[in-house]
């Protein structure tokens, strides 16, 4: 009986299970390589990954169409380390909410703001956390949306140098984020609160 308990319970000790407390969250913040750099740093993200959604086109890829997508990271995150809403909280402060346009030097719908929900639940959370946002800024507009979430599609093959391109280009990607005025605009808008 001991054996049959232990057999039971190899699976949660090895890991396997690990899936089933992890959660998944989908946003959109401009450039993907930033919005992985920046959540990966998070205490309680274990995965997050760059890719396309939001848009009705099959597999779309970086370099050739990707018409009607967000580019977006895919974030895996432990709900008991860090939940939906800190999740939300941290990404306010890593995006330039008032850009209706991109973000940053990122100009075109690929590169605008927006946080897909995967169910009612997370749809409540996303507005209650947009409106205190919201009312943080009187006068001015917030203008990231709150989608509905749909498939989304990893970058891949040829293309998977995107992944980790902060870590696997670091003084690229360094030169890349401050020339496009990221951290610039972030403490412009929230001040010591940018990138934390």
């Known amino acids: 009986m001991q054996r049959l308990r232990i057999l039971t319970l190899l699976p949660l000790l090895l890991g396997v299970a690990g899936s089933a407390l ?22 309680g993200v274990s995965d997050v990954i760059s890719g396309f959604t ?19 990271v895919e974030i895996t995150y432990a709900p008991q380390k860090v939940s939906y809403r800190q999740l939300l909280d941290y990404y306010w402060v890593h995006i330039d909410l008032f850009d209706a346009g991109g973000q940053f030097c990122d ?44 498939t989304f599609y990893p970058i891949t093959g040829d293309e998977s ?29 929230w001040g010591e609160k940018a990138g934390r």
């Not at 992890?22 to 205490?43: R, T, Y």
């Not at 939001?54 to 977006?72: I, M, Q, R, S, V």
């Open 22 to 43: 992890a959660d998944k969250a989908i946003v959109a913040g401009g450039c993907f390589w930033c919005m992985e750099s920046d959540f990966e740093k998070l205490p």
């Open 107 to 150: 100009r075109g719908h690929s590169y605008q703001t927006a946080i897909f929900v995967a169910n009612d639940r997370e749809r409540a959370i996303a507005e209650e956390s947009k409106r205190q946002i919201a009312a943080q800024f009187p006068g001015q507009t917030v203008v990231t949306p709150i989608l509905d979430a749909s």
């Open 54 to 72: 939001g848009g009705t086109l099959k597999d779309p890829t970086y370099n050739g169409d990707h018409e009607g997508h967000f580019e977006a």
């Open 161 to 189: 140098y995107h992944q980790d391109y902060y870590k696997k280009n670091p003084v690229r990607y360094q030169y890349y984020r401050w020339g496009c005025g990221r951290d610039q605009r972030l403490r412009e808008i």
